[in-house]
């Protein structure tokens, strides 16, 4: 099993809809969870950090934690075409600050 | 805005070629990484470097690879003979002090080509 699995997509979406992106991990031991953003060859651009179960919400974007399931999502308002990029899950141990990443969701917000 | 800044943004070499990807983080940081990313792939880490030393590498690491902080500056990573799986795109990244954030700043990346 994956220490996390994101579903790579690719999704396509219209301006203005409601975009959901999910991961789920296995490694209890994760604690700290990030989205970042990839526009093509690029680098990650860090979006959202939380480290709590729970809602954290800034501007568009809401990132949503939940332990007990293991399972975080990254939810986008108002999507725009500018936010087409690849959206990366990634998480780290209490201990030691190396991440772990998703595979990658690739999205796409048609005009 | 502060950056990460790498170079070369594109390399090309023979199968057993010696490398160097060259990144300068941010001036103020004090933890550095190198990730990679094959095309199509995930982003995976390979090691992390804290006061002169390495804190931790992945299994990807192999002796193959080094790292250098050759002054203060610049943080360097090696692929001492080059073989065609290490074509990746090679990312830099950065974090302050605060090792507790998951703020960490990413450069544009390297990419390898390895023929």
């Known amino acids: 099993q994956k220490e996390v699995e994101q579903d790579p997509g690719p999704l396509s979406v219209p301006e203005g809809a409601i975009v959901s992106l999910n991961c789920t991990y296995s490694?209890?031991?994760?604690?700290?969870f990030m989205w970042y953003r990839q526009y093509s060859r690029k680098g990650p651009e860090l979006l959202m950090y939380t480290y709590s179960s729970g809602n954290k919400e800034d501007g568009r974007f809401t990132a949503q934690v939940d332990k007990s399931s293991k399972y975080i999502s990254l939810f986008i308002r108002d999507s725009q075409p500018s936010d087409s990029a690849t959206y990366l899950c990634a998480m780290r141990e209490t201990s030691g600050s190396r991440l772990t990443f998703g595979e990658g969701t690739q999205l796409t917000v048609n005009p | 805005e502060p950056e990460v800044t790498q170079t070369p943004s594109h390399q090309v070499t023979q199968m057993g070629q010696e490398v160097i990807l060259r990144c300068v983080p941010i001036s103020n940081h004090l933890y550095f990484y190198w990730y990679r990313q094959i095309l199509g792939q995930k982003v995976e880490f390979l090691v992390s470097?804290?006061?002169?030393?390495?804190?931790?590498k992945s299994e990807i690491f192999d002796d193959q690879f080094s790292v250098e902080r050759p002054d203060g500056s610049n943080f360097t990573l090696k692929i001492r003979s080059t073989k065609l799986e290490d074509s990746a795109m090679y990312f830099c990244a950065s974090l302050s002090r605060g090792a507790n954030t998951g703020e960490l700043f990413f450069g544009e990346g390297s990419r390898l080509t390895v023929l």
């Open positions: 470097f804290y006061n002169n030393e390495i804190s931790e």
């Open positions: 490694n209890s031991a994760f604690q700290y």
